[in-house]
Nanobody, 115 residues
Framework: EVHLVESGGGLVQAGGSLRLSCEFS????????IGWIRQAPGKEREEVSC????????YYKDSVKGRFTISLDDARNTVFLQMNSLKPEDTAVYYC????????WGQGTQVTVSS
């Protein structure tokens, strides 16, 4: 059975930091990409960041470059998103997404940044 379990969301003031975690299980541990998608109220989903397990290649949305860092812990099957210098426009539900041709999604975790 596949599980993607996110944690680490919450309420933070602008300029603050949060660290999201997504522990995944029941999926192949090689040849995949995993990352974070967010959706703000009334807006479309957007990919925030992604990492490949094979070469640790990463992607970041332009608006988070220099502020967010994605990392992958193979031993713990966990992907992290360190979010620094948070802005109110980062407020959204953040979903973990595993891709290997097919996709699996987590249930989402709320991130709220107050001004």
């Amino acid at each position: 059975e596949v599980h993607l379990v996110e944690s680490g969301g919450g309420l933070v003031q602008a300029g603050g930091s949060l660290r999201l975690s997504c522990e995944f299980s029941g999926v192949p541990s090689t040849g995949y990409a995993i990352g974070w998608i967010r959706q703000a109220p009334g807006k479309e989903r957007e990919e925030v960041s992604c990492i490949r397990d094979s070469d640790r290649g990463t992607y970041y949305k332009d608006s988070v470059k220099g502020r967010f860092t994605i990392s992958l812990d193979d031993a713990r099957n966990t992907v992290f998103l360190q979010m620094n210098s948070l802005k109110p426009e980062d407020t959204a539900v953040y979903y973990c997404r595993y891709r290997r041709g097919y996709e699996y999604w987590g249930q989402g975790t709320q991130v709220t940044v107050s001004s």
